[in-house]
């Protein structure tokens, strides 16, 4: 008999990754690749152009940059200019993926650089000179510094888009395909998506990717098997305080977010709930990089627990903890409620996200529903039940529902017809037919 085969568990050794980046990713606590890491870091390492679907917290920022040092290290360049960018949609986001880097190349003598706005931009174009090997940025930032003929891309060995449909929705089309012509055309392109039925997403790549493999880890109606999806119906925005405020001192959680549609409402929340004794933060796009900066480092080492945020934020936190995400306003579409959740149930974790709904927003979110292919659970707080119940049922006829219309009236109507005696004259012809048929046939 043959001994029962046991299936080794995969490891960052089994990827012909160098002993410098796996010095790096041990010390980091990295104990075996994700299933992102798994399928991307094979194909990139051979220089395949990539398409990847991965969610926030899947391991897909150590998928591109492991795979791109590994090229660096390999491959020493004598040429000048950046080796190799990250384009990504916010500053958190790249201050994020920066701080990863350098984690990453802590064995390595490669230089990692940061450009984002809101930061000097004297000492971004001294980087630039020195010929930063990796650089993290965000589009507008590069764009500015390309009118002033300082970032060289000429030579540029990868560029990464990360969070793809992101940028499309913040309106960063045009500004990611003028810099990616400026780059190397024999480049190594990887496009990283949450999502793979955003239309723009597949435009995108149509026109930066070479002949590329797909990589799928999920698509836009994955169900976020981790995160508990409820709605709590509001009469108005002063009942959604109420239920807001009881949420937040009742529920177990680390950390919460809380989200509104805009820079007013996410500031007007704030007083009343440290009115109420409630460590809150505000984060919008309003606010200077220092004062965001602060907020970002005081929500992670959990100084404040609570951060009221627009949809800014949606895509650049990527903060440990966060296991309580509140809708107060109903986001306006699918892709930002996807977004706006994604901020919970991380990885193994285990998340809870509610929408305050009051009627005018009843319809939205039967919309993101529908969207997303999913039921969420109605909860009710006993102590603040509203009046509002949803909307109404409506009585509809058969041919609205797709049943069969009555016959009944109808045969009534024809009971009643009062026979003339000319009629009766002519019973059997087929221009005239006679009532007795008539209702016999009705009758059968």
Same mark, same amino acid.
């Given at each position: ?58 391991? &897909? ?19 000048s ?5 990250v ?14 880097c ?36 965000t589009?507008?930032r ?9 970032p ?46 955003h ?37 108005d ?52 990089? &220092? ?48 977004h ?11 998340g ?5 709904? &009051? ?27 509203g ?22 009236? &109808? ?34």
């Open positions: 008999m043959h001994p029962t085969s046991i299936e080794k568990t995969p490891s960052f050794s089994d990827l012909s990754l160098d002993e410098q980046l796996l010095s790096a990713v041990k010390k980091m606590g990295f104990e075996q690749p994700t299933p992102v890491q798994l399928k991307a870091i094979p194909l990139a390492l051979e220089h395949k152009d990539l398409l990847v679907s991965a969610e926030t917290g899947s391991g &897909k920022t150590a998928a591109f940059l492991l795979p791109t040092l590994q090229k660096l290290l390999v491959s020493a360049s004598r040429k200019g950046t080796r190799a960018l384009l990504t949609p916010t500053r958190e986001l790249a201050q994020q993926i920066f701080k990863h350098q984690q990453l190349t802590e064995f390595t003598d490669l230089q990692t650089g940061l450009i984002t706005g809101g930061d000097d931009f004297r000492l971004q174009q001294n980087m630039l000179r020195r010929n930063t090997e990796i650089v993290i940025a589009p507008g590069v764009l500015e510094l390309m009118e002033q003929e300082i060289d891309f000429s030579n540029l060995d990868v560029l990464i888009l990360d969070e793809a449909d992101r940028m499309l929705d913040m309106g960063f089309s045009e500004d990611v395909l003028n810099i990616a012509s400026h780059c190397n055309a024999q480049r190594q392109t990887l496009l990283f998506s949450a999502t793979l039925t239309f723009g997403v597949i435009k995108m790549a149509d026109k930066v990717l070479k002949e590329h493999d797909i990589v799928a880890l999920n698509t836009l109606h994955d169900g976020h098997r981790n995160i508990e999806q409820q709605f709590v119906l509001a009469d925005n002063d009942h959604k305080l109420k239920l807001l405020t009881w949420l937040l001192k009742n529920e177990t959680y680390d950390k919460a977010l809380v989200f509104a549609n805009s820079r007013i409402q996410a500031t007007q929340l704030q007083g009343p709930l440290r009115g109420q004794k409630l460590r809150v933060g505000v984060l919008h796009g309003e606010m200077d990089q &220092k004062e965001r900066n602060r907020m970002m480092t005081l929500f992670r080492e959990g100084e404040i627990k609570i951060m009221v945020a627009t949809d800014l934020a949606a895509r650049g936190l990527d903060i440990k903890g966060i296991n309580l995400v509140i809708n107060f306003d109903v986001p306006r579409n699918g892709i930002n409620y996807i706006r959740i994604g901020r919970t149930g991380r990885v193994d974790e285990l809870l996200t509610i929408a305050l709904v &009051k009627h005018t927003e009843w319809n939205l979110m039967s919309g993101i529903e529908r969207f997303l292919k999913q039921k969420f659970k109605h909860r009710t707080i006993k102590e603040l039940e009046k509002y119940k949803g909307p109404k049922k409506q009585k509809t006829s058969g041919k609205a529902t797709g049943g069969k219309l009555k016959t009944e009236p &109808k045969k009534e109507a024809a009971e009643k017809v009062k026979i003339r005696d000319r009629d009766k004259k002519n019973i059997g012809k087929r221009r005239v037919p006679s009532v007795k048929p008539v209702i016999e046939t009705n009758q059968s």
